[in-house]
T-cell receptor
Framework: GALVYQYPRRTICKSGTSMRMECQAV??????VAWYRQSPQKTFELIAL?????????EQNFTQEKFPISHPNLSFSSMTVLNAYLEDRGLYLC???????????FGSGTRLLVI | GDSVTQTEGPVTLSEGTSLTVNCSYE??????LFWYVQYPGEGPQLLFK?????EKGSSRGFEATYNKEATSFHLQKASVQESDSAVYYC?????????????FGTGTLLSVKP
């Protein structure tokens, strides 16, 4: 079946430093990858949508300068939170889908704590 | 912009009682509607989806009808079990360019007591 793994599961970084998180698709081709953030007491906010061979599209309030994303092949994506501050804490979810399946498969997320 | 609004939790029920989680949406397009379930420590899992208006989706005893006129997609289950305790998210998808975007509601925490 289709699975998405995210790592690390939990991480702590000091305020002002950066944190890279990874997303691995297994059992299908991750043609599109969506990165979401779930802040405390909030729902999932879409950060950006990446499709192989297309430009990465960032949502309002999120920028490439702050959340650079790499999607080099059909099984892997990574996102970095640059210069993290308290408001960046939360659960970062990666969802992936292929061209044949319109439904996203989500990983368990990377929980980021900023101290 | 597009949005999804759902019952604010937490919702606490006893086993065997019925569940309704309200979901309303706003969009100018013709979306597909989803219900996702999230268990502790895991990502959201698709419960079911309905791509067309006036159709019903169901899974594991849960069901919802895509009501285009009322712009609603309420989740119902006749008799909940303790294992149904989780967070439930209503969502819609809109197509744009080379991919589709999934917009989630705020989630409803369901706690079922034995």
């Amino acid at each position: 079946g289709a699975l998405v793994y995210q790592y690390p599961r939990r991480t702590i970084c000091k305020s002002g430093t950066s944190m890279r998180m990874e997303c691995q698709a297994v059992g299908f081709q991750a043609t599109s990858v969506a990165w979401y953030r779930q802040s405390p007491q909030k729902t999932f906010e879409l950060i950006a949508l990446s499709t192989v061979n297309s430009a990465i599209k960032y949502e309002q309030n999120f920028t490439q300068e702050k959340f650079p994303i790499s999607h080099p092949n059909l099984s892997f994506s990574s996102m970095t939170v640059l210069n993290a501050y308290l408001e960046d804490r939360g659960l970062y979810l990666c969802g992936a889908r292929d061209l044949q399946n319109s439904d996203y498969t989500f990983g368990s997320g990377t929980r980021l704590l900023v101290i | 912009g597009d949005s999804v609004t759902q019952t604010e939790g937490p919702v606490t029920l006893s086993e065997g009682t019925s569940l309704t989680v309200n979901c309303s949406y706003e969009t100018k397009q013709y979306p597909t509607l989803f219900w996702y379930v999230q268990y502790p420590g895991e990502g959201p899992q698709l419960l079911f989806k309905v791509p067309k208006a006036n159709e019903k989706g169901s899974s594991r005893g849960f069901e919802a009808t895509y009501n285009k006129e009322a712009t609603s997609f309420h989740l119902q289950k006749a008799s909940v079990q303790e294992s149904d305790s989780a967070v439930y998210y209503c969502a819609l998808s809109e197509w744009g360019g080379s991919g589709n975007k999934l917009i989630f509601g705020t989630g409803t925490l369901l706690s079922v007591k034995p």
